[in-house]
């Protein structure tokens, strides 16, 4: 089956440490997206990739950092500047804006 | 300014009614309009697309769009429980770099047996 991936469903950050959340996708879509999510809070996007090695900033970048090596692939890394980053995060993709998105399960991060 | 708009709710509606939820845009050339159920603690799922005036109905949800007036809505026949989540409205505007959609903050229905 088609879909998109995220892992883990649940991670744990401690104080001044870096860590990954994976985004994957087997939809062939070229676009992906990144979008944080506070309690009772609408979608604020991150990051976004229309394709392959090249990606843009959202609104809320800054402590974030993505790469796009692979189509299927795209990887969040929150960093030690993001000093706020317990939040639900959304991966989404899509082959073209014009057929809305499809998103991921979803990541919880929480700062311990 | 907020490209999408929505009321934030909570809307409450007893079983049984139809709940109706409305989003305006700002953008008069969108061209497309999603909605998105998103329950607690879940990701969003798309349950309605809508590109031309007028009404699309599929099962017990329509979607309503008026360009002219730069609205759509979602209307939700028989509100059961199971409906009870947040609503986010989408567009994609004609003004775009990247074919990105424009969210809402979404509308949070509560259906109360």
């Known amino acids: 089956d088609g879909g998109i991936t995220q892992s883990p469903k649940y991670l744990f950050r401690k104080e001044g440490q870096n860590v990954t959340l994976s985004c994957e996708q087997n939809?062939?879509?070229?676009?992906m997206y990144w979008y944080r999510q506070d309690p009772g809070q609408g979608l604020r996007l991150i990051y976004y990739s229309q394709i392959v090695n090249d990606f843009q900033k959202g609104d809320i970048a800054e402590g974030y950092s993505v790469s796009r090596e692979k189509k299927e692939s795209f990887p969040l890394t929150v960093t030690s500047a993001q000093k706020n980053p317990t939040a639900f995060y959304l991966c989404?993709?899509?082959?073209?804006?014009?057929?809305?998105?499809?998103f991921g399960s979803g990541t919880r991060l929480t700062v311990v | 300014q907020k490209e999408v708009e929505q009321n934030s709710g909570p809307l409450s509606v007893p079983e049984g009614a139809i709940a109706s939820l409305n989003c305006t845009y700002s953008?008069?050339?969108?061209?497309?309009f999603f909605w998105y159920r998103q329950y607690s603690g879940k990701s969003p799922e798309l349950i309605m697309s809508i590109y031309s005036n007028g009404d699309k109905e599929d099962g017990r949800f329509t979607a309503q769009l008026n360009k002219a007036s730069q609205y759509v809505s979602l209307l939700i026949r028989d509100s059961q429980p199971s409906d009870s989540a947040t609503y986010l409205c989408?567009?994609?505007?004609?003004?775009?770099?990247?074919?990105?959609?424009?969210f809402g903050g979404g509308t949070r229905l509560m259906v109360k047996p």
């Open positions: 939809l062939n879509h070229d676009a």
């Open positions: 989408a567009v994609l505007p004609a003004i775009n770099a990247g074919n990105m959609l424009t």
């Open positions: 989404a993709s899509s082959i073209h804006g014009n057929y809305g998105y499809t």
């Open positions: 953008d008069r050339g969108s061209q497309s």
